[in-house]
């Protein structure tokens, strides 16, 4: 299958390109020609998988042509070592908890997906070195730098906004060392993500060393986060609960629910989506006047959704370009919500008092949206809970007023020494310090 870009300006891709490259020659983000769809038989059947089955199954449809089956479903199972459960919270309001990977967030399962794909690639193609450049506002960088840690061929950058992620994010990407470099930027996410963009389109940079990106503007980075949507589905359907599905996505720089989008494309049958933002909001701007305006992002208490200008809303755009109007078509199919620091604060504690689920300050947004929506008692809500308590551990004590407790997983970041390269956001600057390495 080849890959063309959301601008329409560079040339079609084959899946090796676009993975990569990360970004198109002219600026845009890589889309599949085509959506492969499952029919409803197959549906039907998946609460008879495992998870490895079901992504075995997504993963083929979508890299099939493009890889020997063997290698594929090899790459899926090393990647999933782990589960993402359906935890149900109360009444008809389901959790997706997809903090049981490595770093304890969700997007361990796209980094890990594409650390394995781009080591192939780099492998069969006799590649010297690949160089990642990654923007983080938390989980991201985390996710990445343990996804490629030690993997021949490849040397990771994470690029993170000084003072903006949570300590513990912070220990996950600045102590590994080996392949592994913590670039400290006087920034904001947004200024990290424009750096990155910058050094894909700077020719003499990319005359000197190769680079790709693991954000979600990978394709095989955002792509993988499909599987665990089928997987919810199916252990959804083992209890008759699949009808009527309302997905609440907490939305930053929307690759979660971009990826979501794909599914219900190939033909999960989802009733509705709501995109989940902090005071960051640009997305629910769009939907009441159908204006997109980047703006500036906000720091809030979910640091991960501090995205001001998120890159996938090109992708959504072109999407639903394939119905018909953009802007109407979208608002069929998605809503928005929005919460201040207050309001998570108050869900956090209110949810945890009432319930005894403790929610992270991404998934407090997902969880009230469908709160607010409001569900229809024949209708199932889902959010995802996208990362563990523990990693906000400062601010869900400061709201509960007590400690909570760190999982093992974490205390072993928080033992090693941080390492990391101070720069400003000034693109010479950074642009300098990746010519001298």
Request: with cysteine; glycine share 8%; proline share 5%.
């Amino acid at each position: 299958m080849n890959y063309y870009s959301t601008n329409r300006q560079a040339p079609l891709a084959s899946l090796e390109e676009a993975v990569v490259k990360g970004l198109a020659g002219d600026k845009g983000l890589y889309m599949p020609e085509r959506i492969p769809s499952l029919d409803a038989g197959t549906i039907s059947h998946l609460k008879e998988k495992s998870f490895h089955e079901i992504a075995c199954l997504v993963a083929q449809a979508f890299f099939g042509e493009d890889m020997e089956p063997a290698v594929l479903d090899r790459i899926v199972r090393d990647t999933l070592s782990f589960e993402t459960p359906v935890v149900q919270v109360h009444d008809n309001i389901y959790s997706l908890e997809l903090f049981h990977g490595p770093t304890l967030a969700f997007k361990d399962v796209g980094a890990r997906f594409m650390a394995r794909l781009l080591g192939y690639f780099i492998q069969k193609e006799g590649i010297k070195e690949v160089n990642v450049l990654v923007a983080t506002s938390g989980d991201t960088g985390s996710a990445v730098a343990n996804g490629f840690l030690g993997v021949p061929g490849i040397h990771v950058y994470v690029l993170y906004p000084k003072g903006k992620v949570s300590p513990i994010q912070e220990c996950q990407f600045t102590t590994l060392g080996q392949n592994i470099t913590a670039l400290e930027i006087d920034g904001t996410f947004d200024d990290c993500q424009a750096l990155v963009k910058s050094a894909f389109m700077d020719n003499e940079l990319n005359q000197r060393m190769k680079l790709t990106s693991a954000n979600s503007i990978n394709i095989a980075r955002f792509l993988p986060q499909s599987f665990y949507y089928f997987n919810a589905y199916a252990q959804l359907d083992r209890i008759g609960k699949a009808d009527k599905l309302v997905i609440s996505v907490p939305s930053g720089n929307f690759g979660n629910i971009t990826a979501g989008l794909f599914a219900y494309w190939m033909g999960l049958p989802v009733k509705h989506f709501i995109a989940a933002n902090n005071r960051n909001d640009v997305f629910l701007e769009y939907l009441h006047t159908g204006i997109y305006q980047p703006r500036p992002s906000v720091q809030t208490i979910a640091n991960a959704m501090d995205v001001g200008a998120p890159s996938n809303f090109a992708r959504i755009i072109d999407l639903f370009s394939r119905r018909g109007n953009p802007y109407t078509e979208i608002g069929k199919q998605i809503s928005g919500a929005r919460f201040t620091d207050e309001e998570i604060a108050e869900i956090i504690k209110r949810t945890y008092t009432k319930t005894g689920y403790l929610l992270d300050p991404h998934g407090a947004c997902g969880y009230q949206a469908l709160v607010d929506y409001p569900l229809a008692s024949d209708e199932t809500g889902l959010f995802l809970e996208t990362a563990h308590p523990a990693k906000f551990k400062d601010t869900i004590d400061a709201i509960l007023g007590k400690e909570i407790e760190i999982p093992p997983t974490l205390k072993s970041f928080m033992k090693g020494e941080k390492q990391r390269v101070a720069l400003s956001h000034d693109f010479n600057g950074f642009k300098q310090y990746l010519m001298a390495q």
